[in-house]
């Protein structure tokens, strides 16, 4: 079982960074790969980074298109956390973000998470 809990949200303006993170409930984070998933206003939920897990799949990380040069994912084993930096933000990064779990290998495919997070919003104003 893993618990999963974002931080870090909040109101920025166009071309202004964030920085989420999700701490991780349980002894076996490390075993699991982890991803970043948003849902704007109005709209699915959408994928938008995931990171693998040291040791199988490395740091093998995926992202988005429309994020790629912009946002970093990371995790932290020792604190048990995954972060998203996200800089150069654009109004259509307004969203819930949520962060998830998978025991499988990092994957862009949200039916593949196991675990989630309650989401943290993040709303970036022109």
């Known amino acids: 079982q893993v618990q999963l809990v974002e931080s870090g949200g909040g109101l920025v303006q166009t071309g202004e960074s964030l920085r989420l993170s999700c701490a991780a409930s349980g002894r076996t984070f490390s075993t699991y790969a982890l991803g970043w998933f948003r849902q704007p206003p109005g709209k699915e939920r959408e994928f938008v980074a995931a990171i693998g897990v040291i040791g199988i799949d490395g740091t093998t990380t995926y992202y988005a298109d429309s994020v790629k040069g912009r946002f970093a994912i990371t995790r932290d084993n020792a604190k048990n956390t995954v972060n998203l930096q996200m800089n150069n933000l654009k109004p259509e990064d307004t969203a819930v973000y949520y962060c998830?779990?998978?025991?499988?290998?990092?994957?862009?495919?949200?039916?593949?998470?196991?675990?989630w997070g309650q989401g943290t919003q993040v709303t970036v104003s022109s």
């Open positions: 998830a779990a998978t025991p499988f290998g990092a994957s862009r495919n949200q039916h593949d998470y196991k675990y």
